[in-house]
């Protein structure tokens, strides 16, 4: 029987993240994937691509997840776009209840700044109530730093170190990503469990980021973890899949790239 995986995440309708990139993944990955839709973001083609942002109501987000955990056996579950205090207290009510296994958190934090306001609240929320429930976290380079409480992160050194004080502050797997951010000519993430700090490297491919990257990378740790991988073993394969889905992008009329992982091959 096909392992089975869960997504809780927002719809993006182009196709280039969210939930409907974390199922192309697992399906590249042979795991059998099912979604919650937390929320509907769509671009705005005429407002510079910026993001329209609808949050599901939460008792609809309660009842998708009790609808595919009833249907499926379900250990393994990755987290995405959230949005709101609100969502976060339904779905981490919902991972209280249930206790998977493996709880792969892509930790999309929206507040740039400590300005108060619905985006500070609502990443406070999710560190507060999310991250405590989470196995494994994927924090881009922004993400790592403000979860490690750095004041910057300009070298491999640094990402490292970010990724020991995340470990350590919330007793998660850390795979912390370099990406296109740092000098040099690798896109360079760090995997750290506590006992071993990994090194995964890998040519960079232009120097601009792609959206739905971060998306492909967790889904993939979250698929691979369902087949029942060791968590190094499914971080070495969200890098490789990650660094095809980049290099076989997906083009299109905004002024970003999107991932495409119909070219990877085991």
Request: proline share 5%.
């Amino acid at each position: 029987m096909t392992h089975v995986a869960l997504t809780i995440a927002g719809s993006e309708t182009t196709g280039g993240a969210g939930a409907q990139t974390d199922l192309k993944t697992f399906h590249q990955l042979g795991t059998f994937g099912t979604a919650a839709l937390t929320c509907i973001v769509s671009f705005d083609p005429k407002n510079d691509w910026g993001h329209r942002f609808v949050p599901v109501d939460p008792q609809v987000i309660a009842d998708q997840i009790e609808a595919t955990t009833t249907v499926h056996e379900i250990d393994t579950v990755k987290i995405g776009m959230l949005g709101t205090p609100a969502t976060i207290d339904t779905v981490a009510s919902s991972l209280a209840e249930r206790r998977f296994t493996n709880v792969v958190l892509d930790p999309v934090l929206i507040c740039k700044g400590q300005e108060p306001g619905a985006a500070l609240d609502t990443d406070n929320a999710l560190k507060e109530k999310i991250l405590p429930l989470a196995t494994f976290v994927t924090p881009n380079h922004f993400e790592a730093m403000t979860l490690s409480g750095m004041d910057s992160i300009e070298s491999v050194e640094d990402l490292t170190e970010a990724a020991r004080r995340i470990h350590d502050a919330y007793d998660v797997i850390v795979l912390a990503k370099g990406g296109v951010v740092l000098d040099g000519p690798e896109a360079v993430d760090v995997f750290h469990d506590g006992e071993q700090t990994v090194e995964l490297r890998s040519p960079k491919i232009g120097e601009h980021r792609v959206s739905g990257a971060g998306c492909t990378v967790a889904a993939a740790v979250t698929a691979e973890l369902a087949k029942g991988a060791t968590p190094l073993e499914a971080a070495r394969t969200a890098k490789a899949l990650v660094t095809s889905s980049i290099e076989n992008r997906q083009p299109g009329a905004t002024p970003f790239d999107a991932v495409y992982q119909g070219a990877y091959r085991a």
